[in-house]
């Protein structure tokens, strides 16, 4: 399958005045053409900021200090701003996190939807208008030429994501990003959220890159996965293979603390992850993990743990994992 986004040794921080902090420690991701894959991990991991770089918005004081993000072969870090913005919303799509808090409150559906289709491409006021109602009804947006004239606070929170995607899709980007498209929303809606980003992956053989802290949504929903902790990738492989034998102990433990695990009995407590993601300005020497895993030993504090292929197609950043390659 071609690579079309190809992330290397990505490395995002933000200047504070203790000093440089970093968010993405020397990331590696790539997504090919008509994939699905998945970033996972919890809050405070890297997974937004990596979003956010690939859209060229990390915001200041934030800035991507080294790596190379290539969008199709053509690189990304270092474009000036009036190119990149060529590139975001025509290439490249996102759909945000909080869809309330991204979509203006002040301006109609209609304006917000046609304002990213006039960025990008040359279209009279008819051909707006039409091109914005066709992509409401795509989005499965009831009413959509009355839903034109509505501000977001008159709609649901389902469909205020549903405009979100419909922005985000409008001028057929080669990748979509979606930053936890489902937050807040219920089990049903958050169900018709991902069938709908399956399906327009499909109908466009577009890519996705779905950004969650919930490996169970993921489960469906990509075939690729990538985890995150600590701003590193700690374990990469296809999703049949993760759910199938995790090799990082961090993966295992998120796992694990999903409803039906392995070895959980019924009437039993999930089994969390002791301690918590350490800030970025004190994630401990050697491996990110060591302080909150049961398997920790010696090596683990000497050095950073290198990210390689432990097993055929399955990569992992932990000593304890031996290589059967």
Known sequence: MPELLEVENLQVSFHTPAGEVPAVRGLDLRV????AVGLVGESGC??????????????????????????????LVGLPPEEYRKVRGREIGMVFQEPMTSLNPVFTVGFQVGEAL???????????????VELLMEVGIPAPAERLRAYPA????????????????????????????????????????MRL????????????????????LVAQNVDRVVVMYAGYAVEEATTEMLFEEPLHPYTRGLLGSLPGAPGLRRGERLRAIPGNVPHPSRVPSGCPFRDR?????????????VLEEKRPGHRARCVRVERRV
């Open 46 to 75: 890297g997974k937004s900021v990596t979003a956010l770089s690939l859209m060229g918005l990390v915001p200041e004081p934030g800035r991507v200090r080294a790596g190379s993000i290539r969008l199709d072969g053509r690189e």
């Open 293 to 305: 895993c049961s398997e920790a030993v010696k090596e683990c504090v000497a050095a950073v743990p």
């Open 118 to 132: 006039s960025t990008h491409l040359d279209l009279s006021r008819d051909e707006a208008r039409r091109r914005c």
């Open 32 to 35: 090919g053409a008509g994939e």
């Open 154 to 193: 008159q709609l649901s929170g389902g469909l205020r994501q549903r405009v979100m995607i419909a922005i985000a899709v409008a001028c057929r980007p080669k990748l979509l990003v979606a930053d936890e498209p489902t937050t807040a929303l219920d089990v049903t809606i958050q169900a018709q959220i």
């Open 197 to 216: 980003l399956g399906r327009l992956r499909r109908d466009r053989g577009m890519s996705l890159l779905l950004i969650t802290h919930d490996l169970g």
